[in-house]
């Protein structure tokens, strides 16, 4: 009886199919039977030809069906045998052939999806890694910090030394004592005959005399015109080294000086060192930031041109489907969204922090921020955010977050809700306008427009004519500026002026900006909201103008005491008070 290969007696032996051991091996990454990995035994199986009981010489045989078992056999020897042995060795091996197939392609499959999937993850380690750094804080770019200091550097201790550096060598320092007299009555010229004094004397006249060439070939060699010329490169290079430095000091002071007075050229340039500066922690992620700066509102506008949106990933990672296919399994696009707005919140953060902290002589009455989406194609660009802050919404706003997003509470991680991510939540303290889905490049409308240092009233953000206003009618006069309403559109305020100034009393100040003319019923709307204010004067003040009517009631009664201020007006009040035209909307 023949024993299967598991040691029990069942009759028949159930061989594995040739090559099922090697695609089993190879999948699992190790060498194939017979190599070194394998147990003792796996051997055996090398030469297994797939025959069954009885195939071979030495087993008993079974005669062909119709046949007595003791009839002759007219086959030839082991043709019968073979040719069932052969049968089923072609079925096995089809059958293994598919298997092996099979199974290999399976294993390539899972192993390509464990790839993607891990090349996902890194894209996820990255944003995160970006989101820590962009929340880092930023060093001041002010005017100290830039200032050069010049320190002389010796000459090199090697180089020849200058000629009578040191003294000649004197005899008198290596002359040997005399040695002691043994006869205190002999001759002096008999104590100098000792031979011991003797042969110090000669070390002595050769130590002396070896000490004399040498200092004689240092003053040779201090004299020499190498020597000099040497020396005479290193003075000229340290001169230029602290000629640079006061140069570039000097410049330095002067440029202070025009930033000091609000000169616009000095103020960007300023400002765009700082700006540059904040991106150090982040080079690897180009956010280029432009600022311009109008004088006449002292207000900076910033053009921060945000991340391309493919550098938040899209899926979560990958999955092999029952097919053995490879399917990705995508992020909810509120999360990818979430994301993007994350770290653009960060960037503008910093932009505004770096702004904020390299104006330490205030000249800065406010910052304006865009973010701006620039595709390629030649696309028009993209107002994912904007940003109108004055220069007390910057000081009592923490402008960075406080903690890095990895210390963020468990379960949020560096993916935290927008309504709880703490750099969106600052911008929204300084009444940012933020798209709600960059992904379906919804824009939003920007606060002010980086254009010329001397816009028109229409380009101006509402705080930079609010701004406008106040200077305007403060330099007027009208001090114990208070306001009470504010928008895109303009402003209404309070004000004291005193008595003998050109504009005594308390007034009431309605501004706005527009094309659209004022018309009689905004006339008495302001003569209600002095009744109420117990004011004295009201002031409507536009960049427009008026209608007929409304300059017809103020003549009446009742109305004279409403003066108007078209923008005619405005343009030549900014020209008389503030030195500066503004531009006139007709």
Request: net charge negative; charged share 25%; hydrophobic share 40%.
């Amino acid at each position: 009886m023949q024993y299967s290969v598991d040691g029990h007696s069942d009759g028949t032996v159930t061989a594995p199919q040739p090559g099922f051991l090697a695609s089993v091996f190879r999948d699992l990454g190790v060498e194939g039977p017979g190599g070194p990995d394998l147990p003792d035994g796996f051997d055996r199986f090398d030469g297994f030809d797939g025959r069954a009981e009885g195939s071979g010489a030495e087993g008993p045989t079974t005669a062909p069906a119709g046949r007595p078992a003791d009839a002759p056999d007219d086959t030839p020897s082991g043709a019968g045998t073979a040719a069932g042995a052969g049968a089923g060795a072609g079925a096995g091996a089809d059958t293994g052939a598919g298997t092996d197939e099979a199974v290999a392609a399976h294993g390539r499959a899972a192993a390509l999806t464990h790839h993607r999937t891990l090349t996902v993850q890194a894209e996820h380690e990255r944003l995160a890694d970006l989101l820590r750094r962009a929340a880092l804080p930023v060093s001041a770019m002010d005017f100290e910090s830039q200032l050069r200091h010049y320190e002389p550097r010796p000459y090199p201790a090697g180089g020849a030394e200058p000629a009578g550096s040191d003294a000649e060598p004197r005899w008198e320092d290596y002359a040997p004592a005399e040695p002691p007299a043994a006869d205190p009555d002999g001759s002096p010229a008999r104590r100098l005959l000792d031979s011991g004094y003797q042969r110090e004397l000669a070390q002595a006249r050769l130590a002396h005399q070896r000490a004399l060439r040498e200092w004689r070939t240092r003053q040779a060699e201090g004299g020499s015109p190498a020597g000099d010329e040497s020396r005479r490169a290193h003075e000229q290079a340290e001169q230029a080294r602290a000629r640079a430095v006061r140069e570039y000091n000097d410049s330095l002071e002067e440029c202070r000086r025009a930033y000091r007075l609000a000169e616009p050229a000095a103020v960007e340039s300023l400002l765009e060192r700082a700006l540059a500066a904040a991106e150090t922690a982040t080079q690897d992620l180009p956010a280029p930031c432009r600022a311009v700066f109008r004088p006449l509102t002292r207000t900076a506008v910033l053009d921060l041109d945000l991340p391309a949106l493919d550098l938040v990933p899209s899926l979560s990672g990958y999955r092999l489907g029952a097919g053995g296919e490879i399917l990705p399994v995508p992020r909810p696009p509120a999360d990818r969204a979430t994301d993007y707005l994350r770290l653009v919140a960060r960037l503008a953060l910093r932009a505004l922090q770096a702004a904020d902290a390299v104006d330490t002589d205030e000249i800065l009455a406010g910052v304006v921020l865009n973010g701006w989406l620039r595709e390629g194609g030649g696309g028009e660009p993209l107002c994912l955010l904007s940003v109108d802050a004055d220069r007390d919404a910057l000081a009592r706003t923490r402008l960075m977050p406080p903690a890095a997003p990895s210390a963020e509470p468990d379960g949020e991680g560096v993916y935290a809700d927008a309504e709880q991510d703490e750099a969106l939540v600052r911008l929204r303290q300084l009444g940012a306008a933020v798209t709600p889905d960059p992904y379906a490049r919804a824009a939003v409308e920007p606060a002010a427009v980086a254009g010329p240092a001397v816009p028109s009233a229409p380009d101006l953000s509402a705080n930079e004519f609010a701004q406008l206003v106040r200077e305007l009618l403060t330099r007027g006069g009208l001090t114990q500026w208070s306001v009470r309403l504010r928008g895109p559109a303009g402003l209404v305020a309070t004000g004291e002026g005193p008595a003998g100034s050109a504009l005594p009393g308390r007034w009431v100040v309605w501004a706005s900006r527009g094309a659209e003319p004022v018309g009689e019923e905004e006339i008495r709307t302001l003569a209600e909201a002095v009744r109420e204010e117990s004011a004295e004067r009201g002031l409507r003040l536009t960049t427009g103008r008026f209608t007929d009517e409304a300059l017809d009631l103020t003549g009446e009664d009742g109305h004279q005491h409403i003066h108007l201020v078209d923008g005619d007006g405005v343009s030549e009040l900014a020209r008389t008070h503030l030195g500066l035209p503004l531009a006139t909307v007709h």
